[in-house]
């Protein structure tokens, strides 16, 4: 798994990667969720401002009150849902 995320992994956070991580490990063993994830790379194909959006704010995150931010903001994981709860896959 260490040489599969090292080769894919183009995140530019360490919320990125956390995330990455998690999901490779996750995907790998449910169905539905690998679905939802495909449906959200394409989304974020087609929208790239969308995605360098979500990029900034997960950024944002190495800042040192970073965690402060994230909770009074509303979760990147529900926006993500809301951005993509439209998407076919």
């Given amino acids: ?8 992994n ?6 990125g990667e956390q995330y990455l991580y998690a999901s490779l490990r996750i995907l790998s ?9 495909e449906r959200r790379m394409a ?9 360098a959006d979500i990029q900034y704010e997960l950024t944002r995150l190495e800042s040192g009150r970073a965690i402060i931010t ?3 903001s509303s979760t990147i ?5 809301c951005l993509t709860s439209g998407a076919t896959g």
Avoid: I
């Fill in 10 to 15: 183009m995140t530019n956070s360490f919320a």
């Fill in 1 to 8: 798994m260490p040489e599969v995320f090292q080769r894919v």
């Fill in 70 to 72: 994230y909770l009074r």
């Fill in 29 to 37: 063993q449910d169905e539905k969720r690998f679905a939802r994830y």
């Fill in 43 to 51: 989304y974020f194909e087609e929208k790239p401002e969308e995605r």
């Fill in 77 to 81: 994981e529900m926006r993500l849902r």
